[in-house]
Antibody, heavy 125, light 107 residues
Framework: QVQLVQSGAEVKKPGASVKVSCKAS????????MHWVRQAPGQGLEWMGW????????NYAQKFQGRVTMTRDTSISTAYMELSRLRSDDTAVYYC??????????????????WGQGTLVTVSS | DIQMTQSPSTLSASVGDRVTITCRAS??????LAWYQQKPGKAPKLLIY???SLESGVPSRFSGSGSGTEFTLTISSLQPDDFATYYC?????????FGPGTKVDIK
């Protein structure tokens, strides 16, 4: 069965960076885009960007351009999201989410069928 | 960016009720809309995509409709497991954006 297992909670100081991992299993990791979505406490959902695990290509929401880096290690079926220059309003649960479409079949759909369990990142001095 | 709004923000209903949630986009998004259900402390779950296509394994009491700028999610007969928050998401253009959510709670 498809599983996305994320790394554990993090506490960071303002100005620091955080790197969240998302280990995929149960499907061909390079066959599906991976997205990152975050949710501030008690708030709604915010899309951050995607990575094509096959090519390494990325697309980031403009809001995060220059601060976010999405990478992958295909040898261990793991995607990463690194956010730098953290601020207090970056405190949120960060989710990885698999794109619904397989790259070979339909390319990319931009909606998400499997999600990680979430990683709480707290930014506090 | 395309702004998504949802109404109502909170909905109180009873088991067996028919429930309708509305999602509006600030510009036309054709049928590029998905609906998700989220329970406290859990990741969202995909219910509907392309405005009206039911995701595999989702009960048929969930349905979606609409196109352009106005969309609805309907639960034909609310079940105890359906008390949750529902979000719409547009994927017509970058950045993909979500509505603020509609919380369905017990009347």
């Amino acid at each position: 069965q498809v599983q996305l297992v994320q790394s554990g909670a993090e506490v960071k100081k303002p100005g620091a960076s955080v790197k969240v991992s998302c280990k995929a299993s149960g499907y061909t990791f390079t066959g599906y885009y991976m997205h990152w979505v975050r949710q501030a406490p008690g708030q709604g959902l915010e899309w951050m960007g995607w990575i094509n695990p096959n090519s390494g290509g990325t697309n980031y929401a403009q809001k995060f351009q220059g601060r976010v880096t999405m990478t992958r290690d295909t040898s261990i079926s793991t995607a990463y999201m690194e956010l730098s220059r953290l601020r207090s309003d970056d405190t949120a649960v960060y989710y990885c989410a698999r794109d619904w479409s397989g790259i070979a079949v339909a390319g990319v759909s931009y909606y998400f069928d499997y999600w990680g369990q979430g990683t709480l990142v707290t930014v506090s001095s | 960016d395309i702004q998504m709004t949802q109404s109502p923000s909170t909905l109180s209903a009873s088991v067996g009720d028919r429930v309708t949630i509305t999602c509006r986009a600030s510009q036309s998004i054709s049928s590029w809309l998905a609906w998700y259900q989220q329970k406290p402390g859990k990741a969202p779950k995909l219910l509907i995509y392309d405005a009206s296509s039911l995701e595999s394994g989702v009960p048929s009491r969930f349905s979606g409709s609409g196109s352009g700028t106005e969309f609805t999610l309907t639960i034909s007969s609310l079940q105890p497991d359906d008390f949750a928050t529902y979000y719409c998401q547009q994927y017509n253009s970058y950045p993909f954006t979500f509505g603020p959510g509609t919380k369905v709670d017990i009347k």
